[in-house]
Nanobody, 124 residues
């Protein structure tokens, strides 16, 4: 089971951009290439939801409607990293962002295992 670490969150104004990173840590990195990865977020008072996912080879991506056209997911398998580029941020993008292994072709978490996440706050 991979151990994933999220980073890159912070405070941003509406319309600004942030770039989140999800990196596999420790010896588990050698299994990285077999897993599809998803990004999730949990807004205050709401349940965690999947917002983007990418296949193990990086060729297939999917997005929830709320972020489609503004967010972009990519991966660098040589660096065991998945990136979530977030553009044109909105206050409703505020929340804690997590990455996780997902079932291929879905935004369903494959394991019930979560890191600490990274906080994104969008406010003027």
């Amino acid at each position: 089971q991979l151990q994933l670490v999220e980073s890159g969150g912070g405070l941003a104004q509406p319309g600004a951009s942030l770039r989140l990173s999800c990196t596999a840590s420790g010896a588990s990195g050698t299994r990285w290439i077999y897993y599809a990865i998803g990004w999730f977020r949990q807004a205050p008072g709401k349940e965690r939801e999947g917002i983007a996912a990418i296949s193990n080879n990086g060729l297939d991506t999917m997005y929830t409607d709320a972020v489609k056209g503004r967010f972009s997911i990519s991966r660098d398998n040589a660096k065991n990293t998945v990136i979530l580029q977030m553009n044109n941020l909105k206050p409703e993008d505020t929340g804690v962002y997590y990455c996780a292994v997902v079932n291929h072709g879905t935004m369903q978490p494959r394991f019930d295992s979560w890191g600490q996440g990274t906080q994104v706050t969008v406010s003027s």
